[in-house]
């Protein structure tokens, strides 16, 4: 039966990527595209040793591993299973080799031109764009040999049947490409974790390291202060050195107050609820980020309403903040403009970052927040997923405005009065 083989090829066509997932995948080979396109040129040829023979065609799967190769191996995988193809169907049978040629050629031109494309899709789209370029070659061959039965005065052949065959091969290999396409992205996002993970693990360390190096300047920063001061003490106003004095004070104040920021956010969160007045935080978060914004040469000013106040954990609400302001000094360039601004509007308060930086398209705007999303080299992709998350727990509400080479404007908007009990419950979510 025609569907008994097909499934089998089925089982034919997973069998690589179970075997990589089970030996290769933590091995330098696994990522080989020799190794790659040997693996599914061996699919390929089992595939056609034992494919199905009806209507002067073979049925078989053969070109699925032969799309999955190009798409996920690249085209030296793609070529290798090509070449493992032509060989096995020249071994094979003699007739209407031509055939088998031209459909095996036109199955992998495809793929082959557009493996590029491919890889600017995401996930879930990689995987309908593989169903899509899989299914064609054989939409293509079936198409040639139902005119060909319909032209030629063959005897006559069981029509009902013939519908059935097609209905099914095509079910099938759409079955076939799904499966393994979707065990490929699960192989992919593992490889993306594993790194991410391990990157992870370095910013943590690293953020620890910088917390006690801060500490380890906040100490001679202190003694030089204190000494800096007793001589200004002494010296004299009109002195020349007063004033030079006084300028290296106001240094080492402005150092200090960084280092005590910086030592605040990075101390390890405890959850605590408190009544915080948001311009002294928001504030408190903008010198945190001055320094960022004056190496990229970015003017962050903000207008605050005073006298807003918030029950919140102060750490969390900092931390929400500091991403989005990053993120809105990342996409400034030089020259450019942030400014940060705080209302109280009815229930809310409502904090709005607006940049005149590169912005973001419909699309991207649309991916923002979810997790790994990046567009940046050296990005996580966690940012903004983590303030989300933050305000969420707040029971707040955040909405991104953005228009290419524009710039890009986030609103948050946090309830004011909110009964405690919510703020017990929220720990969990935030946590
Ligand atoms: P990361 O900053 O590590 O890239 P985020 O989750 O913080 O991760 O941000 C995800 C992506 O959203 C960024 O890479 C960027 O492309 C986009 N983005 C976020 N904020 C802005 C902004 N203000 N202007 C333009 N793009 C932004
Ligand atoms: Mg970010």
Redesign the pocket.
Known sequence: MLAEKLLLHVFVILAPILVYTSFFENRRIGQSPYFIGMMYGVSAILCLTVSYYSYGLYWDLRYVPLVLSFLYGGPIAGGITFLSIIGARTFMAADSLLFGYISATLAASIPFFYVKRFWKHQGKRRILTAIWLGIWPSFIMLSILISWLYFSDNPIYDIKELIIYVLLFGLIQIIAIGFASMLHEAVIERRLMKKEMQRAEKLNTLGELAASIAHEVRNPLTVVKGFLQLMKSQEKEKDDNYQYLSLVLSELARAEAIINDYLNFAKPQFEKIERLELSATISDVISLMQPLAIKQGVDLDSDLEEEVYLHTDRNQFKQALV??I???V??TDHGGRIHVSLKAAGQDARITIK?N????TKE?LSR??TLF????DK???????VSLRIIEAMEGRITYR?ELGK??E?RIALPLVRQLKKDFESKEKIM
Do not use: P, R, W
């Not at 999303?373 to 940046?376: A, D, F, G, N, Q």
């Open positions: 991403n989005v990053k993120n809105a990342e996409a940049d930086g590169k912005g973001m991207q923002i927040g999303y990046t567009t940046k990005g996580t992709g966690l940012g903004t997923m953005s710039g890009t986030v």
